[in-house]
């Protein structure tokens, strides 16, 4: 992809499926590249209604945007993020709904809601999302006492006194899952030799696993300290 065309709205006509050379045999041909702009400026202005649920109003914007398909790529990510933006801003959550975990295990009932949708069915792509978020707020649920269960396990991993460095960099882990000695000296206050001995003994109890930061410049590579068992918990689906 060109980088003049990111974020920029599409000139050209596109489409999604069939070949390379032509729309022949596409699955969806978009709207006319002319039309664009008119219909993203419809779509703000449904996004700025005050009388559906939060949950409609995000599930129908983010199915409308992807009928429009405004950009050359990207469309998807966008849409998500669409979508997400509205859950939080019109429900005062803290925290995005990760509706893509059930839509990443069932893509083909994600493709055929959007179909449903750009075919006049609204009612089945709504229900369909509507239950999306349902699973993501269960998984999250599951994921929240996942966490917490590997967090005790690395507790008894090491002994801590009360609030040491090293027991802090544990219960901060969800929020700062890669850290360095500059970075927990500056946030706990303490002195780089006292940070660099607790992120030794949480590597050594293998709570912490440490790594090279690849650099561009030349010289030594930076050291960072990673909490590879909570990405590896945070990857399941």
């Not at 019109?90 to 709904?97: I, K």
């Not at 460095?165 to 544990?170: F, P, S």
């Not at 590597?203 to 912490?208: D, H, K, P, R, V």
């Amino acid at each position: 992809m060109r980088h003049e065309t990111i974020g920029a709205i599409r000139t050209a006509q596109n489409w999604i499926g069939g070949g390379s050379f032509g729309p022949r045999d596409a699955e969806y041909i978009p709207p006319a590249p002319e039309d664009v702009r008119d219909l993203l400026e419809d779509l703000v202005n449904f996004c700025a209604r005050t009388d559906l649920t939060s949950v409609a109003l995000a599930a129908l914007a983010h199915a409308q945007f992807e009928v429009i398909h405004p950009f050359v790529d990207g469309n998807g990510r966008v849409g998500r993020a669409l979508l997400q933006q509205l859950l939080v801003s019109r429900s005062g959550l803290e925290a995005p709904v990760p509706v893509s975990v059930p839509w990443s295990r069932d893509t083909d009932r994600y493709v055929n809601g959007i179909r449903a949708f750009r075919n006049g069915d609204a009612d089945s792509w709504f229900l369909f999302a509507s239950w999306s978020v349902i699973e993501a707020v269960d998984w999250m649920k599951q994921m929240a006492g996942g966490v917490q269960e590997l967090l005790d396990q690395m507790r008894s991993r090491i002994e801590t006194r009360g609030k040491s460095v090293a027991a802090k960099v544990i219960d901060d882990l969800p929020h700062y899952p890669v850290v360095d000695t500059q970075t927990v000296a500056e946030r706990y206050e303490v002195t780089p030799q006292t940070a660099h001995e607790a992120l030794l003994r949480l590597s050594e109890a293998e709570i912490l696993v440490e790594r090279p930061l690849a650099r561009r410049r030349k010289g030594r590579p930076r050291r960072v300290f990673a909490a590879t068992e909570l990405f590896e918990l945070l990857s399941e689906q």
